[in-house]
């Protein structure tokens, strides 16, 4: 079995012979043009995975996880966002620390500690959270359900069918058409399970893994596997008697590609799934900024947001505006946006780390959800070109913007005691400087 390539945001995928680097890689010749066809289907999607880079090298972009081609490689891919020190370990440590935050996942052995000791690819550590959970249920007890069951039997059981034995061929008077329940596991969150746990045996590479998945198959070899992944997902019930299944729901929603990442059909690609970097940010600065707000504070995210346009062609809305993070606290509303961009490499000055057309955007919205006048912020990742709130940027002498990095190794966003949105945060955090201030756990 080959050894999984690992890379990074950006880098080059090549089928020249080169020596593999997080930021340089050599494939074969028959991943590169499955690679080729792949990126094809998300340019048809809106999307763009990979560009190419002459004719026999691919640059990628910023998606992040797993990929497995059909040929057998195994591609990982790590965020690019650390530049010393073990850049592989640092960057798998913050994108499972992501995808826990983003997806909202339960997880009983991701401490910080837990995390650094488990130095394995994205994939082999989600299939370890889903087999643990799964454990963990087996042993307090599957669910049982009772299911209708109508069949012709030689004696009679539950209740006779009358119109089905009124209608019964001559000769067979003797048979029973009956109905009646029985108490089994088939039912749609069990089948679910045993989907996900015939992907995890079939997909890990770790002993470890594979064993965990070999027993809990053994358990429940009875359980058949789902036929109908959307609709058992829509019929997994929420009700009290079902409260051990839902910690390992998003885990299961993860391997079967019902989660965030993006699915690549055939059923050859074990394990793949990828997830867009800067929608992993920005649920991420969600997240942090939920636990931060003072109580009475509004987050209104993108989804839920006002629906202001930039403009109207007669009563017809053109172009939606929808900024990341909408703010609001005791009549008081601050615009924030989140931006996985980093500073560019040799810059001379901060400001060079943004970009103009960030700033038009936050005018557009300056303009329409503050009409005109407060503040807004871009909240950047930290990196070592950009570690400190830039001055404030005017629109006018009542609008302006702040450039704010976030530090994603010390879970803080850095704001300038300027900005009024501070006193926004500052008030659930105590009397500790708000650059100091950790998420709770």
């Known amino acids: 079995m080959s050894k999984p390539i690992v890379i990074r945001e950006y880098a080059r995928l090549t089928t020249e012979q080169v020596e593999n680097t997080l930021d340089l890689a050599h494939v074969s010749a028959s991943a590169f043009e499955w690679l080729c066809e792949l990126s094809a289907q998300f340019s048809r999607n809106g999307a763009r995975l990979l560009q190419l880079d002459g004719k026999r090298a691919l640059k990628w972009d910023s998606y992040v996880g797993v990929l497995e081609t059909p040929c057998g490689t195994r591609i990982e891919i790590v965020p690019k966002h650390h530049e010393e020190g073990d850049c592989l370990q640092k960057g798998r440590h913050l994108l499972r620390k992501l995808i826990q935050r983003a997806l909202n996942?339960?997880?009983?052995?991701?401490?910080?500690?837990?995390?650094?000791?488990?130095?394995?690819?994205?994939?082999?550590?989600?299939?370890?959270?889903?087999?643990?959970?799964?454990?963990?249920?087996?042993?307090?007890?599957?669910?049982?359900d009772y299911q209708r069951v109508e069949e012709e039997q030689r004696f009679l059981r539950g209740q006779l069918n009358v119109v089905a034995q009124m209608r019964q061929r001559p000769g067979r008077q003797h048979y029973f058409q009956i109905r009646h329940d029985v108490f089994q596991p088939d039912r749609a969150e069990n089948r679910l399970l045993k989907s996900a746990l015939e992907q995890v045996a079939k997909s890990t590479r770790d002993a470890n893994n594979w064993r965990l998945a070999a027993e809990l198959r053994a358990m429940l070899s009875d359980l058949p596997a789902s036929r109908q992944i959307d609709l058992d997902f829509r019929a997994w019930s929420?009700?009290?008697l079902m409260a051990h299944y839902q910690a390992i729901k998003p885990w299961c929603e993860l391997i079967l590609n019902q989660q965030m990442p993006l699915a690549v059909s055939g059923e050859w690609r074990?394990?793949?799934?990828?997830?867009?970097?800067e929608k992993l940010f920005e649920r991420y600065v969600e997240g942090w900024l939920r636990n931060c707000l003072v109580p009475g504070a509004e987050l209104i995210t993108q989804g839920k947001g006002g629906g202001e346009s930039l403009c109207k062609q007669g009563s017809k809305p053109v172009f939606k505006l929808k900024p990341d993070f909408l703010v609001d606290n005791d009549g008081r509303r601050w615009v924030l946006d989140a931006k996985w961009k980093r500073a560019a490499q040799g810059a001379e000055k901060k400001k060079e780390a943004l970009r103009e057309a960030d700033f038009y955007q936050l005018f557009a919205y300056g303009h329409k959800y503050l009409d005109g006048k407060g503040e807004l912020a871009l909240i950047y990742p930290r990196t070592r070109q950009f570690d400190q709130p830039?001055?404030?940027?005017?629109?006018?002498?009542?609008?302006?913007?702040?450039?704010?990095?976030?530090?994603?190794?010390?879970?803080?966003?850095?704001?300038?005691?300027?900005?009024q949105f501070t006193d926004c945060m500052r008030a659930a955090m105590g009397t500790a400087p708000l650059d100091q201030a950790v998420i709770p756990g």
Request: glycine share 2%; charged share 25%.
């Open 270 to 277: 074990g394990m793949s799934m990828l997830f867009p970097m």
């Open 238 to 240: 929420t009700d009290r």
């Open 390 to 419: 830039l001055p404030p940027f005017d629109y006018s002498p009542d609008l302006r913007l702040w450039a704010l990095p976030f530090d994603l190794d010390a879970d803080r966003l850095l704001i300038d005691d300027e900005m």
């Open 105 to 144: 996942l339960d997880s009983r052995q991701t401490s910080v500690a837990s995390i650094e000791l488990f130095d394995a690819p994205l994939s082999e550590w989600v299939m370890a959270q889903f087999l643990a959970e799964l454990d963990l249920l087996v042993k307090r007890g599957v669910r049982f």
